[in-house]
């Protein structure tokens, strides 16, 4: 059973650019959870999907950033126009349901240049 | 505003002996809290959980300790290994989310 697959492993964009990040969840889960983490932070949450809805979007910047989990394939955190501030690891976690624990991926580490 | 701190950054421990990492809190609608190890660039691992009706939960040579009453949760390692050498994050979830508060981290180096 496969773990949380991230791709890619490393992105690099230059300002202005729209950078895709991918995550497939593990199997049988269908909650997805985006989270970022800048140099010397932790964590910090950035949105919550569930199949074709999003639940909880609370931490996910108003503007420039989205996410999504359709129906069939990976979910997608989608940044456009990206700034050097943007630069960070970029981590998706799964869970089969939303009240257990959560299982990471290896992240897609971001650098704007 | 930091709601989840671990203000130990960094903790060295003779391998063999106790680690002890410690989490403060400052939100009382926490209803679940979590302990992850992180090894450089890769993903966090889950480690341990403790529901906020509880006290103590204990898998292995892991032991999670909840004092809600001081906001305060300590992870228990013992014995330690050079193995458990990482960064380890607490975290928690407000109660009626799916979303986790993490701390800030604390590095653990287990000294063979």
């Known amino acids: 059973n496969a773990g949380v697959m991230q791709n890619p492993r490393h992105l690099v964009r230059r300002r202005g650019q729209e950078a895709r990040l991918r995550c497939s969840p593990m199997k049988g889960h269908s909650h997805v959870y985006w989270y970022r983490q800048l140099p010397e932070e932790g964590l910090k949450f950035m949105v919550y999907l569930q199949k074709e809805n999003i639940i909880d979007e609370s931490g996910m910047p108003k503007e420039r950033f989205s996410a999504e989990f359709p129906k069939e394939g990976p979910s997608i955190l989608r940044i456009q126009q990206v700034v050097r501030g943007d630069s960070a690891a970029y981590f998706c976690?799964?869970?089969?349901?939303?009240?257990?624990?959560?299982?990471f991926g290896q992240g897609t580490r971001l650098t704007v240049v | 505003d930091q709601q989840v701190k671990q203000n130990s950054p960094s903790l060295s421990v003779q391998e063999g002996r106790i680690s002890i990492l410690n989490c403060d809190y400052t939100n009382s609608m926490f209803d679940y809290f979590l302990w992850y190890k992180k090894y450089p660039a890769e993903g966090p691992t889950f480690l341990i959980s403790?529901?906020?009706?509880?006290d103590k939960n204990e898998d292995g040579r892991f032991t999670v300790f909840l004092n809600k009453s001081a906001k305060h949760l300590s992870l228990h390692i013992v014995p330690s290994q050079p193995g458990d050498s990482a960064v380890y994050f607490c975290?928690?979830?407000?109660?009626?989310?799916?979303?986790?508060?993490f701390g800030t981290g604390t590095r653990l180096k287990v000294l063979a």
């Open positions: 976690a799964s869970s089969p349901q939303g009240d257990t624990e959560a299982f």
């Open positions: 403790i529901s906020s009706i509880k």
């Open positions: 975290a928690a979830r407000p109660s009626g989310t799916y979303k986790y508060i």
